[in-house]
């Protein structure tokens, strides 16, 4: 990673960050690229106010063995950028985590064409020192602990590098609102406004009347901020739920009951199911451990 500027946001919701490095080749032998077994593949990285950075190529490729090698500072950013990400998950969720550790593992493939490398992640997180996770001081009890957020993290870390799920801040706090509304005329009309107002948007869902109650499930980008925004209008929020968001073929007939049978198989009780506003499959389970597990390996 390198050093960030932001510049200013292009709309409320939007901000841009600019890295930038300098890489230097240092393995002139005297005869430049004369012959591929003539020049050394050492190079520097310089980022400005950060120490250097002197790497090679992996040893295969005639590089030093004791330098970093593209595939190691590869492997160590996708692990350090999911560790991050499920440290701010676990976070906003009142989950204390003390202790971290993944021993992430690559796999490079080459052929005729190149090669491709693959992660394979083995993170562990601990809480207190008896490895227990458990809630802040005064927090709430998490509705599920730092092993259920971890399996989310990895499907969507999974799903982004398959186009699937961005892995953005943005995507990790997705949530359901259950919301009560009444069951007259208005009544969708003032939640509306209520979040128009806070600025705050709706992603997908919808709302229903079952036997003279209205009931409506949605999906926002931040939860916390649309509950404060409809609970400040007087609407009653039943539940605030994390979701799995899944990305289906479109052009494969039967796709939604092969992942609904893969939950059923698995125990999973599907309690809410519908599609955003980007095509994509929400659903909230009754075990959100089990469902990321599910949603990973049919990711796979």
């Known amino acids: 990673m390198t050093s960030a500027n932001a510049r200013a946001p292009e709309t409320t919701h939007t901000m841009t960050h600019d890295y930038a490095a300098h890489l230097i080749w240092t393995g002139d032998l005297g005869d430049g690229t004369a012959t591929y077994a003539g020049y050394g593949r050492e190079y520097r990285v310089l980022v400005e106010g950060k120490p250097e950075l002197i790497g090679s190529a992996y040893p ?4 030093d063995p004791t330098l970093h090698n593209p595939e190691d500072i590869f492997l160590t950013s996708l692990a350090a950028c999911h560790m991050l990400s499920y440290l701010a998950l676990c976070a906003r969720h009142g989950v204390r985590v003390v202790e971290y550790e993944d021993h992430p593992r690559g796999t490079l493939v080459t052929d005729r064409d190149g090669g491709r490398q693959s992660r394979v992640g083995d993170a562990v997180a601990r809480g207190d020192g008896r490895g227990r996770i458990g809630p802040s001081p005064g927090g709430a009890t998490p509705r599920h602990g730092a092993r259920a957020l971890l399996h989310r993290q990895l499907v969507q870390h999974a799903g982004a590098a398959r186009g699937n799920h961005p892995n953005s801040e943005r995507e990790q706090r997705m949530n359901d609102l259950a919301i009560a509304l009444p069951d007259r005329p208005g009544a969708l009309a003032e939640m509306g406004e209520a979040l128009g107002r806070a600025g705050v948007s709706i992603e997908g869902g919808g709302a229903f009347v079952v036997n003279g109650a209205g009931i409506a499930h949605f999906l926002f980008a931040d939860g916390a901020a649309a509950r404060r925004a409809l609970e400040a209008a ?24 092969m992942l609904t049978r893969r939950m059923a198989e698995a125990g999973v009780n599907i309690e809410v199911l519908y599609s955003d506003h980007d095509h994509r499959l929400i659903l909230v389970a009754d075990d959100m451990e089990k469902g990321c597990a599910v949603s990973a390996a049919w990711n796979r």
């Open 60 to 63: 295969a490729y005639r590089g």
């Open 234 to 257: 007087g609407i009653r929020v039943l539940a605030k739920r994390d979701v799995l968001v899944q990305r289906l073929k479109q052009e494969v007939p039967g796709q939604l009951g």
